[in-house]
């Protein structure tokens, strides 16, 4: 019964500002490292950018200087700060993330259903 949500994407003008939040909910005994991937339109999914639990990050070349992955431990929550947004950045954003569960004490990855980013020129 572990889910992850995503909210906080919508429509913006390039060279705006988003914030991504991704929250697990369920029967959690622990959480590893958590994530965020896009798919843009027509194009493959590719990795964002990963954050471990202790804080170390992991970024994507295309995101470096531009996007920030943080978690709030207290609240099950992966946050992605996307700023000066371009339109090669419109795709639908996927948070996932390493956990066990309560009722299976073994590592599993889970995805959330995804939240839409288009960024307009």
């Known amino acids: 019964q572990v889910q992850l949500v995503e909210s906080g994407g919508g429509l913006v003008q390039a060279g705006g500002s988003l914030r991504l939040s991704c929250a697990a909910s369920?029967?959690?005994?622990?959480?590893?490292?958590m994530g965020w991937h896009r798919q843009p339109p027509g194009k493959q999914r590719e990795l964002v950018a990963t954050i471990t639990s202790g804080g170390s990050t992991n970024y994507a070349d295309s995101a470096k200087g531009r996007f920030t992955i943080s978690r709030d431990n207290a609240k099950n929550t992966v946050y992605l700060q996307m700023n000066s947004l371009k339109p090669e950045d419109t795709a639908v954003y996927y948070c996932?993330?390493?956990?066990?569960?309560?009722?299976?004490?073994?590592?599993?990855?889970?995805w959330g259903q995804g939240t839409q980013v288009t960024v307009s020129s």
């Open positions: 996932n993330a390493n956990i066990a569960s309560y009722t299976s004490w073994r590592y599993q990855n889970y």
């Open positions: 369920g029967s959690i005994f622990s959480i590893s490292a």
